[in-house]
């Protein structure tokens, strides 16, 4: 996708959204979940980190090992000292309690 290429999804098929010129993007029909370190949507990848306490709305701060930010754990269920994998400041997983 080139920059200022608007998204585009056609009209008769539902689905993901694509670059305007680029090809539909192809998930094997076996495919369940997600087995690439990268998040499928944006290539990024998820960080480890531990909850350190939790907060109203869903919002919990977290210890990345450089210091403490605050995120989203509305998707997941986590509890004060889980490890979860945060992208975008949004917990995605918990990968231990």
Do not use: W
């Amino acid at each position: 996708m080139t920059a200022g290429s608007p998204l585009r999804r056609p009209a008769h098929q539902p689905g993901p959204l694509r670059a305007a010129g680029q090809p539909m993007p192809q998930r094997a029909a076996d495919q369940s979940e997600c087995v690439s370190d990268a998040c499928i949507t944006c290539s990024d990848t998820a960080v480890a980190v531990t909850v350190v306490r939790l907060l109203d709305d869903d919002l919990a701060v977290v210890d990345t090992g450089n210091g403490e930010e605050e995120v989203s754990v509305a998707l997941v269920t986590a509890g004060i000292g889980d490890t979860i994998l945060v992208h975008a400041r949004e917990a995605i997983g918990v990968v231990a309690r």
